[in-house]
């Protein structure tokens, strides 16, 4: 999903820089998460619309603009990525909604944000142990000493999570109708699973971890993201890339 919203921030720049007359975000019936009960342009069950200056010839569907250099490979500063989606990304109310209802319960905690991302991932990066992501949580409660914490958990692997509740008990916290792998395919490829709620889960984790105070995570666009939608997040990433 991120690396698709990473393209769009490529667009958005690109039509700031004069180099489009006009842009239309269309991310089509192609992607992992269309589904066509909720419409033509899967953006759009996610994000409100966005079209700016000219129309003609302003599409952008996935793929389709080999005009496009992604930030992919050039990674974004996160001061520019959080103006930009400040200026014209808008999430869907019904999301914002859900991450409100779920953030209740980190209020008045010191938050630490977990993401850990495995199954298709570990084609891209080495794996990272669960007992590293246990022992920099312990660190990180060490350097910040005595508070009320809270760890959100954000994951596609269940048996990461079960670890993290094993270890930490009631301090952990997720969002318990996510869908999660249980045999390390990746959920998103999975077409028994319901393709938008995938999606779904995967932006409301991104806006949960960004809620944290401190955010442990592996390599990835969803957690990368978070950072753009809060700026002020201290993070240590503890994949070997």
């Known amino acids: 999903m991120f690396s698709m919203f990473d393209d769009v921030l490529d667009l958005l720049k690109r039509y700031e820089l004069g180099h489009y007359q006009g842009v ?12 066509p009960s909720h419409g033509e ?3 759009s069950y996610y994000c409100e619309p966005i079209s700016l200056g000219k129309k003609s010839n302003s599409k952008m569907i996935m793929g389709g603009d080999p005009y496009i250099i992604s930030w992919r490979r050039h990674p974004w500063p996160r001061k520019e990525a959080s103006r930009l989606i400040k200026k014209y990304i808008r999430i869907k109310s019904h999301i914002q909604k859900t991450v409100n209802v779920l953030s209740r319960a980190l209020k008045d905690h010191f938050v630490i944000s977990v993401h850990y991302r495995a199954t298709d991932k570990l084609f891209e990066a080495p794996r990272v142990s669960f007992e590293k992501f246990e022992q920099e949580v312990l660190k990180t409660m060490k350097a910040y000493g005595q508070k009320k914490y809270k760890i959100f958990v954000a994951t596609d692997e269940q048996a990461f999570l079960c670890y993290m509740i094993k270890k930490f008990g009631i301090l952990v916290h997720y969002n318990p109708s996510a869908i999660r792998s249980k045999d390390g395919k990746p959920v998103h490829n999975n077409v028994q699973n319901d393709q938008y709620k995938c999606g779904e889960d995967a932006l409301i984790d991104a806006l949960l971890l960004s809620r944290g105070n401190y955010l442990i995570k592996t390599v990835s666009f969803l957690s990368r993201w978070a950072t753009f939608f809060n700026i002020n997040l201290p993070f240590v990433e503890l994949s070997n890339k």
């Not at 239309?24 to 589904?35: A, F, I, R, S, W």
Request: a neutral charge; zero cysteines.
């Open 24 to 35: 239309e975000v269309n991310l089509g019936k192609t992607g992992v998460y269309y589904q």
């Open 41 to 43: 342009n899967w953006w």
